[in-house]
């Protein structure tokens, strides 16, 4: 199995809903994936919350 994990924690996951948001890469590549939107980390920011993803 291969899997890529892309992780962007400035990005609002709603922004591929709204038409006045050019994004066609980003929605082309959403038609292809998976997509978990429902996904919470224990700590913030950023660094620490990458930590938990990684190890569990």
Known sequence: MK??????D???K???EYDWVHAPNFKRL???????????VGSLPCMPARRELHTG
Request: aromatic share 18%; proline share 0%.
């Open 30 to 40: 959403a038609e292809k994936t998976v997509i978990f939107d429902n996904h919470y």
């Open 10 to 12: 400035t990005l609002n």
């Open 14 to 16: 709603r922004f591929l």
């Open 3 to 8: 899997a890529i994990l892309v992780i962007f």
